[in-house]
């Protein structure tokens, strides 16, 4: 990033893996793998909102645990013979709690004016550096907004 610093844009803040950046200027999203790369990036006083949201499947954690427990006891009461369904229901119940496990995760969306939006999940970082990011977003939007009004009023004045 620093190859493209703007002038007199400095380096407030990076997540781990470096694919989101903070400057005093702008966020900037830059995502890339073997199959598609993608680049968002956002002029501070073009921000409108900031989101961080969780999505789950509970779904797959009801039948988790309804098969798992209704396997445990099909498997207890068969403990003589004939326990492949309650063999199988746990089993069943297990994987449905490993996919619930699995497909859990945490969403920052960041929101232009009526322009782009940034959107990454929060794996690899933790919850006080998701609340840091946006904490330190409002605030360097807030001294960018405050800073081009003040060149505004000077040059009108």
Same mark, same amino acid.
């Given at each position: +990033?620093?190859?493209?610093?703007?002038?007199?844009?400095?380096?407030?803040?990076?997540?781990?893996?470096?694919?989101?950046?903070?400057?005093?200027?702008?966020?900037?999203?830059?995502?890339?793998?073997?199959? *598609?790369?993608?680049?968002?990036?956002? +002029?501070?006083?073009?921000?409108?909102?900031?989101?961080?949201?969780?999505?789950? !499947?509970?779904?797959?954690?009801?039948?988790?645990?309804?098969?798992?427990?209704?396997?445990?006891?099909?498997?207890?009461?068969? +403990?003589?013979?004939? %326990?492949?369904?309650?063999?199988? %229901?746990?089993?069943? %119940?297990?994987?449905?709690?490993?996919?619930?496990?699995?497909?859990?995760?945490?969403?920052?969306?960041?929101? !232009?004016?009526?322009?782009?939006?940034?959107?990454?999940?929060? !794996?690899? +970082?933790?919850?006080?550096?998701?609340?840091?990011?946006?904490?330190?977003?409002?605030?360097?939007? *807030?001294?960018?907004?405050?800073?081009?009004?003040?060149?505004?009023?000077?040059?009108?004045?």
């Amino acid at each position: +990033m620093e190859n493209y610093l703007l002038e007199g844009e400095e380096l407030l803040q990076h997540s781990p893996n470096n694919v989101v950046v903070l400057t005093t200027h702008r966020i900037r999203y830059h995502a890339v793998n073997s199959s *598609h790369a993608h680049l968002v990036s956002v +002029m501070l006083e073009k921000v409108s909102s900031c989101e961080v949201r969780y999505q789950s !499947s509970p779904l797959l954690l009801i039948l988790g645990v309804t098969f798992g427990v209704l396997g445990g006891i099909s498997l207890l009461q068969s +403990m003589f013979g004939g %326990g492949e369904i309650g063999a199988a %229901g746990l089993l069943l %119940g297990v994987i449905l709690l490993l996919c619930y496990v699995i497909t859990r995760k945490h969403i920052v969306s960041i929101a !232009s004016d009526g322009g782009a939006r940034i959107g990454f999940e929060t !794996s690899g +970082m933790k919850k006080e550096s998701v609340v840091s990011l946006i904490n330190n977003l409002e605030k360097a939007k *807030h001294e960018r907004v405050t800073t081009l009004a003040r060149s505004a009023n000077a040059v009108y004045a």
